[in-house]
């Protein structure tokens, strides 16, 4: 009797720790579910919302691309308004090099090239093979200029987009971007349009904000009206409750519920379109794998009851599987093709990048290896400086990418201060240093080329050497080099110096991906040959257009191993500009704002303003005899730190570097009329030169600027 009491004590302690074992696990994965269901909320939501911030920059980027394409061709229109023939061109080159465009046109007002029936109205459009098709579409009965994108352009003299609506060409929905022509008075003589596929906008919210199987988007205009939607029938009437505010422009999430179903609705602005954008997310979806983790506990706590050990490899297989399965659906997401247009959109495209100026051209170009990569270029310009850099990330792929965008941003962010390269590329390295927890590293070459005198200051952190491009032919940039940033916190970058070439000196910089490209046979393209594509003279869109051609060549039936950028940097010397004018002091009115135009500091503008408007009054007054009129000629140029300005005319010879200097400390009352000018235009120049040469007085005054 004691020994069985004493059996069913053991059994009973037994038990009770089994039940204590199996308690204390059911509380581990009670308190393991409950943080589980946190992360996995917040993952799903942080997953919504950079889906739809995705989707919003698809959207956003080609509407912008758009109103970029047409705001930058108008001027071929305005320029071309003497020439009608020209308008069908114009019309087709915009569409050639923006596939994003459906259709394009130009309807000019009625009487216009005397056309008192029909409108003028040129027209390209995109058949569904591609195909461009060009016509007038002025000889049709539709009347386009009850379209409210000529309304608003030729009417109200506004640019901007419409509602969506039905294409007269081929019944599919639109929206038009149109802005007014005017002619040289002024005068709107035509409203210049694009159209935009609400299809090609389906697809691409489509594509940015999927992020389940039953979520959906939609689009709401400045009015409240669905636009686009990627359900196959209408918005849910339970939708209207966020409308307000994404009427509003306001950012949030909302929970919605519709035919028995609890979603969370994300909503954010478009752009500056008055539009708003919101994706809607089925809860079931976003919490499906948190369900199947729950009922899989579920089955381990009761399988805990009866055998505990098996219960515990039970879990530890079933959490390996959940991290497996989540590092599967990472790497997914991570090669989404939404990742390479948003990476695209970070480096700049627009060339040339300053038409304005005659001193700098430049050309780039990024070809990377997978959907996103980590190389990187970036230029712009800031107080007649050209601040430019080049870039590689250690590595391939989103983690690649994602460093890309925040070195572009931090030296973006830096430059702006004008501490030089070395004082940028140190606050990039500290900066990257701190979050660097993956041991990642980037290589980067940053220069800051003075383009009023040529001198180029430059950083080397671990970069592949650029090429200086001069009348000697190609020759590698010698240097010191520092490390790769993210290395080593606290590193002390150091700066050279240099100076461009005059006369079209190019430097051209590169990533690792343009010497180590390999053919089939795991061969280098090389330094060598690259030096050897330098030779042929071009600009930097023909240097690295040929680049390319080399590459791809080299390369036939070998698969890109890394990422291929190429910059290319040609300075022309200094800025100019001449006047041709009459003897009429009224058009002298032009000259501060020509001067403005070369961009030189306030006090040095200021100094070549008065003394080229004392000079050329001087030139206007006197050269001729009234009422007679003559010539009066200006060139003012910038070159190598010197400004010289020439004022010619041909009326009597007259030297005024002759007068004698007045005597101020003579009262003003007492002196003669006259010679101030002169006297001022020397002072403020450092030299000034009269000659008179095939009957012209010519005079040259130089000064030596900063």
């Known amino acids: 009797m004691k020994e069985l009491w004493g059996k069913r004590k053991a059994s009973a302690r037994g038990l009770g720790i089994i039940f204590l074992a199996a308690a204390l696990l059911e509380t581990i994965s009670a308190v393991q579910f409950f943080y589980s269901k946190k992360s996995i909320q917040d993952e799903a939501r942080n997953m919504a919302t950079i889906r739809l911030e995705n989707a919003n920059r698809l959207v956003e980027s ?46 000019f007002v009625r009487g216009y090239y005397g056309r008192q029936g029909v409108p003028f109205h040129p027209h390209t459009h995109r058949e569904k093979d ?42 599919e929905m639109i929206c038009t971007y149109s802005i007014p022509i005017r002619d040289s008075s002024g005068v709107i003589v035509a409203a210049f349009y694009a159209d935009l596929s609400m299809e090609r906008l389906r697809r691409l919210v489509e594509e940015g904000a999927a ?6 988007s939609f689009i709401l205009n400045k009015f409240g009206k669905p636009i686009v939607q990627t359900r196959g029938d ?26 028995d179903t609890s979603s969370m609705a994300f909503y954010a602005p478009i752009g500056e379109h008055g539009w708003s954008m919101a994706i809607v997310c089925p809860e079931k979806d976003m919490f499906d794998n948190l369900n199947r983790l729950t009922t899989l506990l579920s089955l381990l706590g009761l399988l805990g009851l009866f055998l505990l050990g098996f219960i515990m490899y039970r879990f530890a297989k079933g959490y390996s599987k959940l991290r497996d399965v989540e590092r599967s659906r990472e790497k997914i997401e991570n090669e989404l093709y939404i990742a390479h247009e948003i990476q695209m959109g970070m480096v700049p495209k627009t060339f040339p990048p300053f038409p304005d100026r005659d001193d700098i051209d430049l050309y780039a170009s990024l070809t990377a290896a997978k ?23 250690s590595g391939k792929g989103v983690p ?31 900066t990257f240093s701190d979050m660097n927890e993956q041991n990642m590293f980037v290589t980067m070459f940053i220069g800051e080329l003075d383009l ?65 490209a390999e053919d089939i046979d795991k061969n280098l393209f090389g330094e060598e040959r690259m030096i050897e594509v330098l030779r042929k003279e071009g600009s930097p869109k023909e240097i690295i257009t040929n680049m390319h051609e080399a590459v791809d060549s080299f390369t036939t039936g070998a698969k890109q191993s890394d990422d291929l950028t190429m910059l290319a940097i040609t300075y022309k010397g200094g800025r100019s500009f001449q006047l041709e004018m009459k003897n009429d002091i009224n058009e002298l009115e032009a000259i501060p704002d020509k001067i403005d135009s070369l961009g030189l500091d306030s006090k040095t503008a200021m100094d070549l303003n008065l003394a080229l408007e004392e000079a050329a009054t001087n030139s206007v007054m006197y050269a001729y005899d009234a009422p007679e009129e003559g010539p009066v000629s200006i060139s003012v140029s910038v070159k190598d730190g010197i400004a010289t300005m020439v004022i010619k005319d041909n009326g009597k010879p007259f030297d005024p570097t002759l007068r004698e200097d007045p005597d101020l400390d003579v009262p003003g009352e007492e002196r003669p009329i006259g010679g101030l000018g002169i006297f001022l235009v020397k002072k403020l120049m450092d030299n000034v030169v009269y000659e008179r040469k095939d009957g012209k007085n010519i005079l040259t005054m130089t000064k030596k600027i900063q």
């Open 62 to 107: 080609s509407m912008s691309a758009m109103e970029t394409a047409v705001n930058n061709v108008s001027h071929f229109v305005t320029g071309s308004l003497e020439r009608p023939s020209d308008m069908i061109g114009i019309t087709k080159d915009l569409m050639e090099i923006n596939p994003i465009v459906k259709e394009t046109g130009i309807l």
């Open 130 to 171: 591609g195909k461009l098709v060009s016509l007038d579409l002025g000889a049709e009965d539709f009347d386009f200029s009850k379209r409210h994108w000529f309304i608003n352009a030729v009417e109200m003299g506004e640019s901007g987009w419409t509602d969506p609506y039905i294409s007269h060409t081929d019944g």
């Open 211 to 216: 992020a389940y199987g039953n979520s959906f």
């Open 234 to 259: 209408s918005v849910p009437q339970e939708m209207e409750s966020v409308f307000g505010d994404m009427v509003s422009q306001k950012k949030g999430e909302s929970r919605v519920s519709y035919r």
């Open 371 to 393: 959907e996103v990569g980590g190389d990187l270029y970036d230029y712009f310009i800031s107080k007649n400086k050209l601040w430019f850099c080049i870039g590689d990330v």
């Open 400 to 430: 690649s990418s994602l460093v890309m965008s925040v070195t572009r941003s931090l030296f973006r962010a830096e430059a702006m201060h004008e501490s030089g390269p070395a004082g940028v590329m140190r606050s990039i390295n500290e």
């Open 452 to 516: 009023r005198t040529g001198k180029l200051d430059f950083c080397n952190a671990g970069h592949n050497p650029p090429v200086i491009i001069g009348k000697e032919g190609p020759r590698m940039l010698r240097m010191e080099t520092n490390l790769p940033l993210g290395l080593i916190a606290g590193y002390d970058f150091k700066a050279e110096k240099t100076e461009m070439p005059s006369l079209g000196g190019t430097i051209f910089l590169y990533t690792d991906g343009l010497t180590e």
